[in-house]
């Protein structure tokens, strides 16, 4: 996701968080030991910036009205990332590192001849995130076991046939609180109630007010600081999807790809970022989690497209 430009925090928003909540007893704070970075073998295609780091293909000015044949390839690449996904649901449990995850996630992106798009881009080391507890996003994999009682979001882009596909969950490793598992269960709410209001001629930021009241009547408030965004041949393009209140402008259309990619907390929605230059922690070590899904605009609504089934 992008770091969004604009904050719309209220200032008695820090009230809501000073009731009672159990943030977990697991708080990263250690960046872990990183693997050295993997090399892509030569017959998978590769994203502009996978040798440079620095992405250089053209991004639309504005959202972009995807026709048949880029709507078919991001089916394809969506549909891929979404078993990727499965795949990592399936073979997390206690013990298993994040590195572990991500040396499956690279394995089964080049077994299905796509690149895993967060490896170089913008030179972040792995080949996805993997963001436990208190790390609201952009975690990198390294050498940390998973603990029973972990909540972990995995977020997965591939690049394949020329199109990015990204979606990402969160999952509970072994017996989870209840106060961590309400706060995974709103997190998908609001993303699927977000996906529900969705269809031509809707404003692109009803999806933040929505997202932002729902999360506030469950109990929780959303990390301001995280964006979905349009993706095609580019990793992330317009339009910008805040999750809190906004005033972005435009309106969605048949033929639109973009994410939604909202992050709940139990405390506060601030977060600092690591000297690692991508782990996101939240300033009060409250646990996070986050949903996200790549949709298209169709004639009656929203279709998922990082689905398997
Ligand atoms: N997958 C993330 C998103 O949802 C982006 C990760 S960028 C990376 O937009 F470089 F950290 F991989
Ligand atoms: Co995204
Ligand atoms: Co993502």
Same mark, same amino acid.
């Given at each position: 996701m992008n770091v969004s430009r604009m904050c719309s925090k209220l200032p008695h928003r820090n009230l809501f968080?000073?009731?009672?909540? @159990? %943030?977990?007893?697991?708080? #990263?704070?250690?960046? *872990?030991?990183?693997s050295p970075m993997v090399s892509v073998p030569e017959y998978i295609k590769k994203p502009?910036? +996978?040798?440079? *780091?620095?992405?250089s293909e053209t991004v639309p000015e504005h959202p972009e009205i995807k026709n048949h044949e880029q709507i078919s390839r991001m089916r394809d690449s969506c549909r891929l990332a979404a078993y990727v996904l499965d795949k990592v649901e399936k073979f997390i449990e206690v013990g298993k590192t994040t590195d572990d995850i991500d040396v &499956?996630? %690279?394995?089964?992106?080049?077994?299905?001849n796509a690149y895993p798009s967060p490896l170089n881009y913008k030179h972040f080391p792995k080949s996805v995130c993997t963001s436990v507890n208190n790390v609201a996003c952009h975690g990198i994999p390294d050498d940390r076991p998973l603990q029973d009682g972990d909540i972990i979001n995995v977020d997965v882009t591939v690049?394949? @046939?020329? %199109?990015?596909g990204d979606c990402s969950k969160t999952f509970l490793v072994g017996q989870v609180d209840n106060d961590g598992r309400d706060l995974v269960k709103?997190?998908?709410?609001?993303l699927n109630e977000a996906i529900q209001m969705c269809k031509p001629g809707k404003f692109f930021r009803d999806i933040g007010a929505l997202i932002e009241e729902r999360a506030y009547s &469950?109990?929780?408030? =959303? =990390?301001?600081? %995280?964006?979905? $965004?349009? #993706?095609?041949?580019?990793? +992330?393009?317009?339009?910008? #999807?805040? $999750?809190?209140?906004?005033?972005?402008?435009? #309106?969605?259309?048949?033929?639109m790809t973009f994410t939604i990619e909202p992050i709940l907390t139990q405390g506060s929605e601030m977060i600092e970022i690591l000297p690692d230059d991508w782990t996101a922690v939240t300033v009060d070590d409250s646990r996070t989690a986050q949903f996200e899904h790549t949709v298209l605009i169709t004639e009656l609504g929203a279709e998922i497209l990082t689905t398997t089934t």
């Open positions: 968080w000073k009731k009672k909540m @159990n %943030f977990g007893k697991y708080k #990263i704070v250690d960046i *872990g030991n990183i502009s910036y +996978h040798e440079t *780091g620095i992405p &499956l996630v %690279f394995k089964t992106c080049i077994e299905n690049y394949y @046939n020329g %199109f990015h709103a997190t998908e709410t609001c &469950l109990g929780y408030q =959303v =990390v301001p600081a %995280f964006i979905g $965004h349009g #993706i095609g041949h580019y990793f +992330h393009g317009p339009p910008d #999807i805040y $999750h809190t209140r906004n005033n972005y402008p435009g #309106i969605m259309a048949p033929g």
